[in-house]
């Protein structure tokens, strides 16, 4: 079965705080995609990357980063946590450029800022 | 630009009720088109996908049909399940790499 392992899924953190999300995908895809979950909002794109150390800025980008070292991994990184970023979290991963393509999402990270 | 757009929830049926969830977008060109699903507690997965006109995609009993000329995909099932509780998203992308989501509806079904 193909994943993408997101490996908090849950998190408690102080506003001011450095948060990292981190997401793994075993399945050699190109793309990662980071979105924000809220009610009524549905999801928001965050970031995504097309390739190692490549990012592009999504819908929502302010007060978060993203590092992409390797190809499996996409991290996402708040700099200072505020209680506007209480959220879930979802990564998702996909192959590239097709019009058939389909995300294959992780489980989620829940992040509660307090 | 690309949006979608789907009913507002929330949706409450009884057991073997008959499931409609309207879906309509705005894309340029020939967008692909997606229903994903989202357990409790779980993250989305792929619930049927179409990628041109007059598609039916389906799944689980579920089928969903691209409509050009109306720009819709509305998401249907004719006997709804205790388990088919969840939330479900349309979505469209655009050569592969760009996704867009709808709000989102979400369905409880009783017994």
């Known amino acids: 079965d193909v994943k993408v392992t997101q490996s908090s899924r849950y998190l408690v953190k102080r506003t001011g705080e450095k948060v990292f999300l981190e997401c793994v995908q075993d399945?050699?895809?190109?793309?990662m995609f980071w979105y924000r979950q809220d009610p009524g909002l549905g999801l928001r794109l965050i970031y995504f990357?097309?390739?190692?150390?490549?990012?592009e800025k999504g819908d929502i980008p302010e007060g978060y980063s993203v590092s992409r070292e390797k190809k499996e991994r996409f991290s996402l990184i708040l700099e200072s946590a505020s209680t506007n970023q209480t959220s879930m979290y979802l990564c998702?991963?996909?192959?590239?450029?097709?019009?058939?393509?389909?995300?294959?999402f992780g489980a989620g990270s829940r992040l509660t800022v307090l | 630009g690309n949006s979608v757009t789907q009913m507002e929830g929330p949706v409450t049926l009884s057991e073997e009720a008959f499931l409609t969830i309207n879906c309509t977008y705005t894309a340029t060109g020939y967008p692909s088109l997606f229903w994903y699903v989202q357990y409790p507690g779980e993250g989305l997965q792929l619930l049927l996908k179409a990628t041109k006109a007059d598609d039916k995609g389906s799944n689980k009993g579920f089928e969903a049909t691209y409509r050009k000329e109306t720009t819709s995909f509305h998401l249907e099932k004719g006997s709804v399940q205790v388990s088919d509780s969840a939330v479900y998203f349309c979505a469209l992308s655009q050569a592969g790499n760009q996704f867009y989501f709808g709000t989102g509806t979400s369905l409880t079904v009783i017994p």
């Open positions: 399945m050699d895809h190109e793309n």
């Open positions: 998702a991963s996909s192959l590239p450029g097709q019009r058939a393509n389909v995300l294959t």
């Open positions: 990357s097309y390739d190692v150390k490549m990012k």
